[in-house]
């Protein structure tokens, strides 16, 4: 399998400027993509300014005219799947904010269903992200990059203060009441690392949180045909270029996988090969995914055919308010079903568990405090 990616939208840890969504998109073939793609690629390339073919500097028409040979030359090489990655940039600060002061693993007041089940975790955000105001989460996110817990607990009693007058539901006025008492109250119980580091911070912006996603798609292509990664092409980046090797190496054998509305974590038996960042200007199969990841993102009824035809062929993923208003409406949805005895058995098991557990950290945790 080869893997060719490209981004719009670059960000960095400035989160608040535009363009608003920062996007990702990753070509995934058996065949080398760039044998079919180079004959159809560079001799136009070669007519622009700079050798290379940028849509946003192409008029709809002409990417439309190329696109039918651009698919119809992937189609020929073999199995192939698009992928396309949209982040909502400021709902990044509502999402770490919750990662930070919601996570059930640090924060002993947080039962772990709230945070490890995606219904709960999204709710969480959604609740959190009503209270937040555009300078609340300015406020967070520099807070989150410099490693300030107490400004972050300034925005954190934001939170309580609009969930104890605007949260309608009772029990999630109660968990987020409970978990901010304990940020309040156990600070150093929080790990925070943005600025542990020169390029500690990358790992928590939107352009390393796109392309780990990379990951969890090529999981599924091995999965869908066998074929293992050869190669790991993204296009030249000089701010996160380093970080996006690290990653790929740290992280590109973990598959992670919803299960029941459970995040499963799994390790599979291949590693990524080493990421290579060269300029799209030589390589066409680069070009291809900046004109396949502009045309997904575009209205022009020119380009309604390609696109379609494209979408079949294309996974997707995104972070942000709609999606989370998706995921907590499906879920509610979900539960609303009928369930078997065993399986309220079996949930009530696990229920009581989690509790004990945290109960005892809870007491394990005024034990310690009470010692000093």
């Given at each position: 399998m080869f893997i060719y990616a490209d981004e719009t939208g670059h960000t960095g840890r400035h989160i608040f400027q535009n363009p608003p969504l920062y996007r990702i998109g990753a070509l995934l073939s058996v065949a080398d993509a760039e044998q079919a793609l180079a004959p159809i690629i560079f001799p136009p390339a070669g007519a622009e300014s700079d050798g290379r073919l940028h849509a946003h500097n192409l008029d709809p028409v002409r990417v439309a005219a190329m696109l039918p040979s651009i698919l119809d030359a992937l189609d020929a090489s073999g199995p192939w799947r698009f992928l396309l990655g949209e982040i909502e940039k400021d709902y990044v600060a509502t999402t770490k904010f919750v990662d930070t002061v919601f996570d059930s693993g640090e924060n002993a007041a947080v039962p772990a269903q709230w945070y490890n089940l995606r219904l709960f975790r999204h709710t969480l955000c959604l609740a959190a992200d009503a209270a937040l105001r555009e300078r609340h989460r300015q406020i967070f996110w520099q807070a989150y990059m410099d490693d300030d817990m107490a400004g972050i607990v300034a925005v954190a009693e934001k939170v309580d203060v609009f969930a104890r007058t605007r949260v309608p539901d009772p029990r999630l006025r109660e968990v987020i009441r409970d978990a901010i008492a304990y940020l309040r109250r156990y600070p150093k119980d929080f790990t925070l690392s943005a600025s542990r580091g020169r390029r500690a911070y990358q790992g928590h912006t939107p352009n390393i949180i796109a392309f780990s996603f990379i990951f969890d798609a090529v999981h599924r292509f091995v999965d869908e045909t066998g074929s293992r990664p050869q190669a790991l092409i993204h296009d030249r980046q000089q701010e996160f270029g380093t970080s996006m090797r690290e990653w790929a190496q740290l992280f590109g054998h973990i598959r992670r996988e919803d299960h029941r509305g459970l995040a499963r974590i799994d390790a599979v038996d291949y590693r990524l090969p080493d990421l290579s960042l060269p300029s799209s200007r030589d390589v066409a199969a680069l070009q291809a995914v900046d004109l396949l990841l502009w045309t997904l993102t575009r209205n022009d009824a020119v380009l309604a055919e390609a696109r379609r035809r494209l979408e079949?062929?294309?996974?997707?993923?995104?972070?942000?308010?709609?999606?989370?208003?998706?995921?907590?409406?499906?879920g509610i949805a979900q539960a609303s079903g009928p369930l078997s005895d065993e399986a309220l058995e079996r949930g009530r098991s696990l229920l009581d568990q989690w509790e004990n557990d945290r109960q005892q950290r809870i007491r394990d945790r005024r034990a310690a405090a009470s010692t000093r």
């Open positions: 079949t062929r294309t996974d997707s993923y995104a972070i942000s308010r709609r999606i989370s208003e998706t995921i907590v409406a499906e």
